[in-house]
């Protein structure tokens, strides 16, 4: 077996492990990193107790990754405790969404080991200027960005520039909806608000089904897929969460309700068929009907089966950078409306040229 | 014991020396070092003992590790 | 294409690729025999690319990377070397957690170790230069690995880096050492490595026990100046030079302390290199620690 073939392998049956030869390790490892997956594999391979069979190359940078994730881990609580105090005075409840979501609500299975660059919130569009002007006043700054990524921002998606704390350094993501509304595809975003939990520590997330949903959204609305596999992989132990059929049938209907329908089919198929996620027989056959005859149905495989799987540039051909280029147009395509798309394209390819043209430090804002 | 108003997370350590105590927070990463040895932080913190002298910012920083408001720390103090 | 070697680095085994002959060429006079062609299990994978562009004809620049990872912005191309070494020590001070690692030259004798913690511009690696070069075993020029609860430092031998007035006092010491070409005009000025006495590399594998902590300030118009540091000022300055301790939490803080009552710690301003030998030599590694 290959690297990618190990860690596909490795996430279906962790146990798996033990057997690998000592020598695969240095790219298993290689990839893991590669994919910000060293940690949540070291947690697996810990919950079947395999981890000290391992060899000692591999127990060392994964337990490098596990103290780093443990860190962050305890950090995220800290860090949403100050927003949710920070914003009561606005009457907002930030709501936390995805890798801050898994933390503060799925610690044992989904949050451990799993490692971000940014805290995500989502609070109502009208208080996003508060937000931000608070966040400010208790050292949250935006970070330095060429003048046209921040018109971009501000003009045509759904969420403002990042903030920074100037001296913890953690990033928030600030969101007003979970789509960028100029995609026209942008749900109406009360579809997802009836479907709110607080966790026991008191913050508040999307329920399960609905944090999948996002998660789904996440991953396939989008052009880019530098860590396809590591996102696959979220939604793999999302799903393995799932306990009620009625936890399906929300998921299924909110997917109806908001119109993303074909992305959930789209994901429960590559869950299947990458790493075997085993999910209820009815619930992907009426997925299947409904989507599963389209036309474009092997392009799609051809393309997403690549940009899913555990990728790096030294183990990729042709076919892969082929794959990356159809689902970077897809995404694109999809997001944006055709004007602005030819718009976007034209200034991100011309700055592309200068780039290429000047050297890429020529347009990178200074950093402090 | 100082250890019952240390805040949740934070650990703390009295050199042998008598030189001071030094306070960890690991969520946050945060380090503080008072020239105050254990018995005096104890004198200070849980008796509101006004005989030591500190400076108002030590003692902020102070309320940041323990679990007192900086407030009740500073009326200690005055 | 690029060439691909390795680099032999006790703890730490590093992939090399380069393009860039300047490169290639300080890498094998810096290391010699620790440059290989083969090893079975690389921790790291690093390297410096020339920049691609227009630029590169009038001002050739040179990139970083930690495999996919460019954590630094591109520099010039003559200071590549440079750039790699910076590079090697960020993969190490950004992953390894198993250590207590602080900024700090650790030379030895007889296995008694003494750590020198300090901020750049303190005169560190010219005294680091100056002890490697008269007897005593240099460890670290930059980063020491202390193992968790306990006084235990790992060697990670690497070439030392020497900055502007320091290159000249160091090449007028010691003409024949190995050093690196100059890469002008750095962030930190001119800066050159030095490859250390073949006997600290060959020790490389050698753990040491640390007894004491030494602040250094070189000071043109002080012969010797020393201040003996009560535990609370020489933890809070350590800690200050601790690159992970606030990662990986209760243990690099318990170690910290531990270290820190069971070893001296001094302050020192000099302008006089063998006092302040003689000075470390009586009071820390005679004294027995």
Not at chain 1, 317 to 343: E, F, Y
Not at chain 3, 121 to 145: I, N
Not at chain 3, 190 to 198: A, F, R
Request: aromatic share 10%; net charge negative; hydrophobic share 45%.
């Amino acid at each position: 077996m290959q690297g990618a073939s190990w860690l596909i392998a490795l996430m279906k049956d962790p146990q798996l492990a033990a057997t690998v030869p000592e020598q695969d390790w240095v790219l298993i490892i290689r990839l893991l990193r590669k994919q910000q997956l060293l940690a949540r594999y070291s947690y697996l391979f810990r919950q079947v107790a395999v981890f000290d069979a391992l060899p000692a190359y591999a127990r060392h940078h994964l337990q490098n990754a596990e103290i780093l994730a443990r860190k962050q881990f305890h950090q995220v609580e800290f860090e949403a405790s100050e927003l949710v105090t920070l914003l009561a005075p606005l009457k907002v409840t930030p709501l936390f969404l995805k890798g801050a979501a898994y933390s503060l609500a799925l610690g044992a299975s989904i949050g451990q080991g799993r490692t971000y660059s940014d805290i995500d919130i989502l609070v109502p569009k009208e208080a996003i200027t508060s937000v931000e002007q608070r966040l400010a006043l208790h050292g949250y700054f935006g970070e330095p960005m060429t003048p046209y990524d921040q018109h971009y921002y501000r003009q045509w998606t759904h969420e403002i520039p990042p903030v920074r704390h100037h001296s913890r350094g953690t990033i928030i993501d600030i969101h007003h909806n979970l789509v960028p509304p100029v995609s026209g595809r942008a749900p109406d975003i009360s579809h997802f608000l009836t479907h709110l939990v607080t966790t026991e520590q008191g913050y508040q997330v999307l329920a399960l089904p609905a944090m999948t949903l996002h998660s789904i959204i996440h991953l396939l609305f989008n052009e880019e897929f530098k860590n396809g596999f590591r996102d696959l992989t979220d939604l793999h132990l999302l799903f393995l969460q799932f306990k009620q059929p009625a936890q399906w049938d929300a998921l299924f209907e909110l997917a109806t309700a908001t119109g993303f329908s074909t992305e959930l089919f789209l994901a429960c198929r590559y869950c299947r068929s990458i790493l075997a996620t085993g999910l209820p027989d009815d619930f992907y056959q009426r997925l299947e009907r409904q989507h599963g005859a389209t036309k474009n149905q092997a392009i799609l495989d051809f393309a997403f089966k690549r940009v899913l799987a555990p990728r790096h540039p030294v183990t990729d051909n042709w076919q892969d950078k082929l794959a990356d280029t159809l689902c970077w147009l897809r995404g694109h395509w999809l997001k944006m409306p055709v004007p602005i798309l030819l718009w976007h394209l034209i200034v991100k390819s011309s700055r592309g040229l200068l780039v290429a043209v000047l050297g890429k430090s020529y347009f990178e804002p200074e950093r402090r | 014991m100082l250890h019952d108003v240390l805040l949740e997370h934070v650990v703390v350590h009295s050199f042998s020396d008598g030189s001071g105590t030094v306070f960890f927070n690991q969520v946050t990463g945060e380090t503080l070092g008072v020239s105050l040895t254990a018995q005096q932080l104890e004198r200070l913190v849980l008796n509101g003992e006004t005989d030591i002298s500190v400076q108002a910012q030590d003692l902020h920083a102070l309320s940041r590790m323990l679990k007192l408001p900086s407030q009740s720390l500073e009326k200690a103090n005055v | 294409m690029s060439s691909q070697q390795f680099l032999l680095l006790p703890p730490f085994t590093f992939e090399v690729r380069t393009d860039i002959p300047l490169v290639a060429d300080n890498l094998k006079r810096l290391y010699g025999n620790r440059l290989v062609d083969m090893v079975s299990y690389p921790d790291y994978f690093v390297s410096v690319q020339k920049a691609e562009g227009i630029r590169r004809f009038y001002r050739p620049q040179a990139r970083f990377f930690a495999d996919q990872q460019e954590p630094f912005q591109p520099l010039q191309q003559q200071q590549a070397y440079a750039m790699l070494e910076w590079g090697m020590n960020w993969c190490i001070a950004t992953h390894e957690m198993q250590y207590v690692i602080i900024h700090a030259a650790v030379l030895a004798k007889d296995n008694k170790a003494i750590l020198f913690p300090a901020p750049p511009g303190s005169g560190k690696s010219t005294l680091t230069t100056w002890l490697a070069f008269h007897g005593w075993r240099l460890l670290s020029d930059e980063m020491a690995l202390i193992q968790p609860h306990s006084r235990t430092v790992i060697p990670f031998v690497r070439p030392i880096c020497l900055k502007n007035n320091s290159i000249t006092l160091a090449k007028q010491w010691f003409p024949d050492a190995t050093y690196s070409t100059v890469a002008s005009d750095t962030h930190k000025g001119d800066v050159i490595h030095l490859s250390p006495p073949e006997s600290s590399w060959q020790h490389n594998k050698e753990p040491a026990e640390i007894v004491g902590v030494v602040f250094p300030n070189y000071r043109s118009d002080t012969e010797m100046d020393i201040y003996q540091l009560d535990k609370t000022q020489s933890f809070m300055q350590l800690a200050q030079n601790a690159f992970n301790y606030g990662v990986i939490g209760h243990d690099g803080f318990a170690t910290l302390c531990q270290l820190i009552d069971r070893v001296a710690g001094f302050e020192i301003f000099y302008n006089d290199l063998a006092l302040v030998a003689e000075f470390l030599q009586q009071e820390l590694i005679d004294a027995g620690g």
